[in-house]
């Protein structure tokens, strides 16, 4: 055991004293976050503090003076307000980090959310002309480095389906005198893969390889883009591109986004106050910049707007039109690299996102008009 011991102490010894050049030799920044992470945690013990912070990035900018920056650097870059800094916070700095020419890099990202036709004309029509948001989503989506199109892609036995609740394919809490209505909330009862949790009850929408869950034919798609699929087990939903609702399963946009390189995330499509809406929020919680473009969406109801943009709000997410989105890539797109000063007020952004998202277990069930309408069931 002693041995062991010792044997992982000098390899630590070791890497402390490797450069930042030599631990990014053979990837990119991102891929050794974990290496890096433990070469700056001189005591070990989880995460960096203030002076082990400015140990990091006085590496990582030589020819600036840190020291006076530390404290805005760890209230930047703290993300779960702690006072300090973890592993998940040093690798959303270093998936725009440069280590060849300590710059840190800009890409964006069009992320489009369930431009599927059940959620157009079919089980889930939207009340609000759908329709209209797909000629602003094809004349933008060409600006953006790279185009994300995320699906819900369901079995035909899901948990969220009022359908496979009527028919006792769903373990609930509550008793079953009848069956559910649309848009009724149930507790799903725990399981060997997630905790228990309350889920809305929909009409059954984008199952797998049907064509209600295609993507609607008027939405220009291209071979470059690329596809996340969500809620893809029977068991959990997924409003959000990048996890599940119990945050169990990583659908795989995280890594996608970092080896691509992207650092701003543009979210749109269906609908706003939910899986765009939780999109936007997990994004920012991951470090990414993240923005949704308001008129390229549609809402479930437009009842719930003012609290999705105050919860988008406080995440740090900001709410724009295609319009300013568009200005605001193309200016990206002509200067690829970013201040220190703008990373840290880009990173500031989103460190309440965490916070904001884990209090939206109760809007999980909150999809449902005031009074008791069916907002967007047609």
């Known amino acids: 055991?002693?041995?062991?011991?010792?044997?992982?102490?000098?390899?630590?010894?070791?890497?402390?004293?490797?450069?930042?050049?030599?631990?990014?030799?053979?990837?990119?920044?991102?891929?050794?976050?974990?290496?890096?992470?433990?070469?700056?945690?001189?005591?070990?013990?989880?995460?960096?503090?203030?002076?082990?912070?400015?140990?990091?990035?006085?590496?990582?900018?030589?020819?600036?003076?840190?020291?006076?920056?530390?404290?805005?650097?760890?209230?930047?870059?703290?993300?779960?307000?702690?006072?300090?800094?973890?592993?998940?916070?040093?690798r959303a700095f270093l998936r725009c980090y440069d280590p060849s020419s300590n710059n840190i890099k800009m890409k964006t990202a069009l992320i489009i959310i369930d431009v599927q036709n059940d959620f157009i004309s079919g089980s889930l029509a939207n009340q609000y002309n759908a329709l209209e948001i797909l000629p602003i989503i094809n004349g933008m989506r060409d600006k953006f480095d790279v185009v994300v199109i995320s699906m819900d892609w369901h079995p035909h036995e899901h948990c969220s389906f009022v359908e496979s609740c009527n028919a006792g394919s769903v373990d609930i809490e509550e008793p079953k005198s009848g069956d559910f209505a649309p848009f009724t909330p149930v507790t799903l009862k725990d399981d060997a893969d997630r905790a228990g949790h309350k889920q809305m009850l929909y009409p059954r929408h984008a199952v797998q390889d049907t064509e209600g869950g295609a993507c609607h034919k008027d939405l220009v798609l291209k071979s470059s883009d690329d596809y996340i699929y969500k809620g893809t087990t029977a068991n959990i939903d997924s409003y959000s591109a990048f996890f599940d609702n119990c945050k169990a399963n990583d659908t795989g946009l995280t890594a996608m986004l970092e080896e691509k390189g992207v650092t701003h995330g543009y979210c749109c499509g269906l609908v706003f106050d939910i899986c765009v809406k939780s999109t936007a929020l997990h994004g920012a919680e991951m470090g990414f910049r993240m923005t949704v473009i308001e008129d390229a969406c549609k809402p479930l109801s437009r009842d719930n707007d003012e609290a999705t943009r105050k919860e988008l709000g406080d995440a740090g997410v900001a709410i724009v039109s295609a319009a300013d989105a568009v200005r605001e890539v193309e200016s990206i797109a002509a200067n690829k690299n970013c201040t220190w000063n703008q990373y840290l007020s880009n990173v500031s952004r989103g460190k309440h996102a965490q916070r904001v998202h884990g209090q939206l277990q109760k809007p999980m069930s909150s999809h449902v008009q005031q009074g008791g309408g069916q907002p967007g069931f047609m």
């Open 1 to 90: 055991m002693g041995g062991k011991c010792c044997t992982e102490r000098k390899g630590t010894q070791r890497l402390r004293k490797q450069s930042l050049t030599s631990l990014f030799a053979n990837g990119v920044a991102y891929a050794v976050s974990a290496e890096v992470f433990q070469k700056y945690d001189a005591d070990g013990n989880g995460t960096l503090e203030k002076n082990e912070l400015q140990a990091f990035f006085q590496d990582a900018f030589p020819f600036e003076d840190q020291a006076a920056k530390a404290d805005a650097m760890i209230d930047a870059i703290d993300l779960d307000g702690d006072g300090k800094v973890g592993l998940n916070e040093v």
